[in-house]
C-alpha cells in the first residue's frame, strides 16, 4: 500500500516539476538555428545562452539542397537563423525567405577586404547575408607520392603515372569549376556552351585516372588516408582534417586558380525572434568566436574575420591559411556560383560519373 | 505423404488461393503495419515519379519526363545493367559456397557442435552492417591487412587495387549474404527426412547419387528462396557499392541516392525507385513460379 503511495506521489511531483520547468523555459527566448556543423558547438553556443539569456536550439545539415528540405519541411516560423552557402543567398532574397540586414549592425570592416561587399551578399545597397565561413579548393595530396612541384598545376591529375589513383568527391559543382579554372575560365560557373563542351572532353579523359568517386567528403578523406587515393580536389580544411592525424597530407591552390566557398548567415523573414537572431549574427562575427569557429571539433576551415588569427595559434592559423600571406589566395580563386543552365552542367557529370 | 519442408512450402502456395476474412482480422495489427509503412510509402514514390522538380521543389504536373530522361541517357542503362551483373553473381558466389557450409553443418557435423556453428555463424551479424562495410576498406585498402601481408610474403611489391573496384564489392556482397543463403540451405536440408536417405542406400545407391538424387532435388527449394534474397538485397544495396566499391562505375543505387543527395531530383529517384521495385517484382515473380512447381512436382511425386 505505501509503496503505490511512494509511486503516486512520484507520479505526482514529476508531473508539477514537468510543468514548472516548461513555463520556465517558456520565459526564456528561444533561437533556433539550421547550420553546417560548427555554428552550434557547446563553446560558441554556451558562452551565447548565458549572456542573452536565452536557449538555442538547433539542426545541423551537411548540404544547401538538404537544408532546403529541412526548412520547406518545417512549419513556418521554425527557424531563425539559417546558413546557406553564398550561391543561395539571392535565389533565397528573391524567394522572400530571408530578410535585409543592416549593414550598420555587423563588423563587415573586421573581414578580409573580399567578404566585405562580398557580391554574393549584396544586391545593390541591400545586404541579404554575412559571411562567417570559408574556404577553397586545390589538390590535397599525399607527399610520399606526389611532389610539391607537381601539384602547381592541375594537370598533375591526367598524368599517367597517377593512373588509378585520383579521388574525387562526387558533386559536380567544385569539380566542375576547378577543371574550369584549369581551361583558364576566368570565372568558370559563367561558360558557353562550348566552354562546356572542353570541359566535358577534359572530364571524360580524366575517368582512367580516378580510383574512386566518393558520396561524401568523408569517404575521399578516408580514401586519402587508406592511401588508395593518392591526389585529389578537394577543400583545404579536408588536408588539415589528415595532416593533424599526422598523415603525410598537403594541400595547394594550383597557379591556374580554383573555387572557394563561403558559408553565410541569414535570417528567416519569419523568424519570431529577429532581434536575437541578429544578435547571434553579431556573436558569431565576433574574433573570437571566429576563431573558435575556424578550430571547431567538426572540421577546421577559414573564417572571414581579420582579427579571428589572434586568438589562433601561428600553427593553426597558417594551417587554415588566415595569415596576411596566405590570403594572398583569394586572388586565385572564384566563387563557387551555381551554374546556368544547370541541367547540362548536370548531364556533362551524369556522364563522367557513368561512363 | 509428402515430407515436411514441401508440406510448409505447399502451404505457402495456397496463399494464392483466397483465404477466408477472419484470416485477415487475425493479421490486422501486421498488415496495417504494412500498409501505413510499406504500401502507401510504395504508392508516394510511384506517383512522385510522375512529377517534376523546378527549383528545388515538387510541381503537381503531371509527366513522363523522368523516365523518357532514364530510358534515353545511357549512364542509368550501364548502371542498371551493372547492378544485375553484379546481384547475379552474389547470388552465384554464395550459393557456391554456402551450399558446401551448409551440407556439412546438416549431414557431416555432430549433432551437439551444430548450434555452436550456427551462432559462430550467426556472430560477426551482431556488428552493425556499416561497420562490416568499413572494417572491409581496413583489409582492403591499398596499405591495408591483405596487402600488407602479401608484401611481407614477398608474392607482391606494389599493392593490388582491390578496394574502390566491384571485386571488393563483391567481396562485401558475398559475406554479408552468404549466411542468409546458408541459413536457409540448412533448414530445408535438415527438413529432409533421413528415412528416404536411409531408402537410397538400402538400395543400392551410393553416396553421389544419394545426393543427386534426393538431397539436391529436396534442398531446391531452399536454394532458389536463398537465391531470391540475395538477389534482391544486392540489387538494392547501395552501403557496398558505395564503401567498397567506390562509385567509379556506380551501380543503379548509387544513381538513386545521387538524385537526393546531389540535387534533390525527389521526382527522378524515385522514378529509379520504381524501376527497381518492378525488377524485383519481376524477379520474385519468376523464381516463385519456379519453386511453386518444384515442390507441386514434389509433393506428388
Redesign the interface.
Known amino acids: 500500500m505505501t509503496r503505490k503511495k511512494f509511486i503516486v506521489i512520484s507520479i505526482i511531483l514529476s508531473l508539477l516539476a514537468f510543468v514548472f520547468t516548461s513555463s520556465a523555459m517558456a520565459e526564456q527566448r528561444v533561437l533556433n538555428i539550421l547550420t553546417w556543423a560548427g555554428y552550434n558547438e557547446d563553446r560558441i553556443i554556451k558562452p551565447f545562452e548565458e549572456k542573452y539569456n536565452c536557449k538555442v536550439n538547433s539542426k545541423n545539415f551537411s548540404g544547401d539542397e538538404q537544408m532546403l528540405t529541412i526548412w520547406s519541411a518545417s512549419k513556418p516560423g521554425t527557424w531563425d537563423v539559417v546558413n546557406p552557402d553564398g550561391p543561395w543567398v539571392k535565389l533565397l532574397a528573391t524567394q522572400g525567405k530571408i530578410r535585409k540586414l543592416d549593414a550598420s549592425k555587423y563588423p563587415l570592416e573586421d573581414l578580409f577586404p573580399i567578404f566585405q561587399r562580398f557580391p554574393q551578399h549584396w544586391e545593390g545597397n541591400t545586404l541579404w547575408g554575412v559571411a562567417s565561413r570559408w574556404g577553397f579548393y586545390g589538390i590535397a595530396y599525399n607527399t610520399k607520392y606526389v611532389s610539391k612541384e607537381e601539384v602547381k598545376s592541375w594537370k598533375v591529375m591526367w598524368d599517367p603515372k597517377y593512373k588509378g589513383k585520383v579521388g574525387i568527391y562526387g558533386w559536380y559543382l567544385p569539380n566542375m569549376g576547378n577543371f574550369g579554372r584549369y581551361l583558364g575560365f576566368e570565372s568558370p560557373y559563367d561558360i558557353d556552351k562550348d566552354q562546356l563542351m572542353q570541359l566535358e572532353k577534359k572530364l571524360l579523359e580524366l575517368k582512367p585516372q580516378v580510383a574512386t568517386i566518393t558520396l561524401t567528403a568523408s569517404d575521399l578523406i578516408q580514401a586519402l588516408a587508406n592511401e588508395s587515393v593518392w591526389l585529389a580536389p578537394a577543400g583545404n580544411w579536408a588536408a588539415v582534417t589528415l595532416k593533424e592525424q599526422g598523415l603525410p597530407i598537403e594541400h595547394n591552390v594550383p597557379d591556374e586558380g580554383a573555387v572557394s566557398w563561403t558559408e553565410s548567415l541569414c535570417i528567416t523573414s519569419d523568424s519570431k525572434n529577429p532581434d536575437l537572431a541578429e544578435k547571434y549574427l553579431q556573436w558569431m562575427l565576433s574574433p573570437e568566436i571566429q576563431a573558435k569557429l575556424a578550430w571547431a571539433d567538426a572540421f577546421h576551415a577559414a573564417t572571414p574575420s581579420r582579427k579571428a588569427a589572434q586568438f589562433l595559434t601561428r600553427e593553426q592559423a597558417e594551417m587554415l591559411r588566415m595569415t596576411d600571406a596566405g590570403v594572398d589566395i583569394v586572388k586565385r580563386v572564384s566563387p563557387r556560383k551555381l551554374p546556368k543552365p544547370e541541367e547540362a552542367w548536370k548531364d556533362v557529370w551524369l556522364k563522367f560519373k557513368g561512363e | 505423404m509428402p515430407d515436411q519442408s514441401s508440406f510448409k512450402i505447399e502451404k505457402m502456395v495456397k496463399f494464392r488461393n483466397f483465404p477466408p476474412i477472419r484470416f485477415f482480422v487475425g493479421i490486422l495489427p501486421i498488415s496495417l503495419w504494412e500498409i501505413i509503412f510499406f504500401m502507401l510509402p510504395v504508392l508516394l514514390i510511384f506517383i512522385v515519379s510522375f512529377l517534376i522538380v523546378k527549383?528545388?521543389?515538387l510541381v503537381f504536373q503531371w509527366t513522363l519526363a523522368n523516365y523518357t530522361d532514364i530510358f534515353s541517357?545511357?549512364?542509368?542503362w550501364?548502371?542498371y545493367v551493372r547492378s544485375f551483373r553484379l546481384a547475379l553473381t552474389a547470388v552465384v558466389l554464395s550459393a557456391v559456397l554456402a551450399y558446401p557450409l551448409a551440407y556439412a553443418i546438416a549431414f557431416v557435423v555432430p549433432a551437439r557442435f551444430r548450434r555452436l556453428l550456427m551462432v559462430a555463424m550467426i556472430l560477426p551479424f551482431w556488428t552493425n552492417y556499416l561497420i562490416r562495410a568499413y572494417s572491409w576498406?581496413?583489409i582492403l585498402?591499398?596499405?591495408?591487412l591483405f596487402n600488407e601481408i602479401l608484401k611481407v610474403l614477398n608474392i607482391i611489391e606494389t599493392p593490388i587495387?582491390i578496394?574502390?573496384t566491384h571485386v571488393a564489392t563483391e567481396v562485401g556482397f558475398t559475406h554479408f549474404y552468404m549466411v542468409l543463403m546458408t541459413m536457409l540451405l540448412y533448414s530445408s536440408m535438415d527438413a529432409i527426412n533421413r528415412n528416404l536417405m536411409e531408402a537410397a542406400r538400402d538400395l543400392g545407391a551410393g553416396k553421389l547419387r544419394t545426393f543427386f538424387e534426393i538431397i539436391f532435388p529436396l534442398s531446391l527449394p531452399g536454394l532458389i528462396v536463398g537465391s531470391i534474397f540475395v538477389f534482391i538485397m544486392s540489387f538494392g544495396d547501395f552501403v557496398a557499392p558505395?564503401?567498397l566499391g567506390?562509385?567509379?562505375k556506380?551501380v543503379f543505387t548509387?544513381?538513386v541516392?545521387?538524385e537526393i543527395?546531389?540535387?534533390?531530383n525527389l521526382s527522378m529517384a524515385s522514378a529509379l525507385a520504381v524501376i527497381m521495385v518492378v525488377t524485383i517484382l519481376i524477379v520474385l515473380i519468376l523464381f516463385l513460379r519456379r519453386v511453386e512447381s518444384i515442390t507441386a512436382g514434389s509433393s506428388t511425386g
Open positions: 527549383e528545388l521543389r541517357k545511357t549512364p542509368y550501364v548502371a576498406q581496413i585498402a591499398n596499405n591495408g587495387s578496394l574502390y558505395s564503401i567506390g562509385g567509379k556506380p548509387q544513381m541516392v545521387d543527395q546531389g540535387t534533390v
